[in-house]
């Protein structure tokens, strides 16, 4: 049974670090990409950054672009996030998600089939 699997969450201080790692197991094949969305209560989820498994093209949205580096694992359909110069304003719930096919919504959660519970991040001020 496929499963998309995050850990690393949990608090940091603002200016502090923390890494992310997802793994989507029980899938026969490699998912096209992988990426990571954020969520607060009441809000719409968020694109943070996604990659091409194959290829290795990142996508970033702006708010993070130069603090978060996505990355592919050696094993198949593993990804992390790494995040550096952390913000309060980075306070979610993070997302890992699987798109299975080619798309091109890269950066919106349409383009993606799978995904995680989610698990959260707490940055403190």
């Known amino acids: 049974q496929e499963q998309l699997v995050e850990s690393g969450g949990g608090l940091a201080q603002a200016g502090g670090s923390l890494k992310l790692s997802c793994v989507d197991s029980?899938?026969?094949?490699?998912?096209?990409?992988m990426g990571w969305f954020r969520q607060a209560p009441g809000k719409e989820r968020e694109f943070v950054a996604s990659i091409k498994l194959s290829a290795g093209n990142t996508y970033y949205t702006d708010s993070v672009q130069g603090r978060f580096t996505i990355s592919r694992g050696n094993a198949k359909n593993t990804i992390y996030l790494t995040m550096n110069s952390l913000k309060p304003e980075d306070t979610d719930v993070y997302y890992c998600?699987?798109?299975?096919?080619?798309?091109?919504?890269?950066?919106?959660?349409?383009?993606?089939?799978?995904w995680g519970q989610g698990i959260q991040v707490t940055v403190s001020p």
């Open positions: 998600a699987g798109a299975t096919k080619p798309t091109t919504y890269l950066t919106h959660f349409e383009g993606y089939d799978n």
């Open positions: 029980g899938r026969t094949f490699s998912n096209y990409a």
